[in-house]
């Protein structure tokens, strides 16, 4: 009954926003750079949604996932927020654009049923997870699909991005029935 069990380990996720395709492209090469071996990337949609980080990143935001090869343990979440929070700013300065946050990473780690996204604001629906950081389940994986819920951002309800989620989780179970040998 008071037995407690390491946790499995989780596929890291990293969703991107960009100003354009070359702050796009060198935030790919910088996560992979950073984390080693990205396995899969997402297409790359328009960010149309919101206008809500336009007045940062620009117009014509570009959205694009990443998930990185090695597993994670999910307890670095919060330190991986962190690391991609100074990745931004390295960016910021580096990328020759006029605007103050060309670059937006939300790092998240998918288990076999759910998706969960690391954030630096609390709000009821998240909980703290340590070192000024909190998360919340985004989506949750049932019946062979993606659910969103109630506070689900609008564009994570999207079936193109659901899709790419489904590839993550289907390699994670890959290389955690492979672990296991």
Known sequence: MW?????NPVKLIVGI?????????????TLAAEFTNLDLKSDVWPFTQTNYYNTET??????????????IDPG????IKHRTNALE??????LNVDLPRPVNLDPGIIEPSKL????????????YIGQKMY??????????SWQPLPYTYPDYKQQSYHDFF?????RLLEQLRNTKH
């Open 3 to 7: 037995d407690t069990k390491e946790p």
């Open 17 to 29: 926003l960009a100003a354009d395709e070359n702050c796009l492209q060198a935030t790919v090469e």
């Open 58 to 71: 620009g117009e014509n935001i570009l959205r694009q996932f990443v998930s990185i090869d090695k597993l």
């Open 76 to 79: 670095s979440l919060p330190q």
């Open 89 to 94: 700013q390295n960016l910021a300065a580096k």
């Open 116 to 127: 969960i996204l690391a954030t630096t604001k609390n709000y009821s629906h998240r909980i």
């Open 135 to 144: 998360a919340e389940v985004t989506l949750i994986f049932d019946k062979g």
């Open 166 to 170: 489904t590839k993550v989780r289907i």
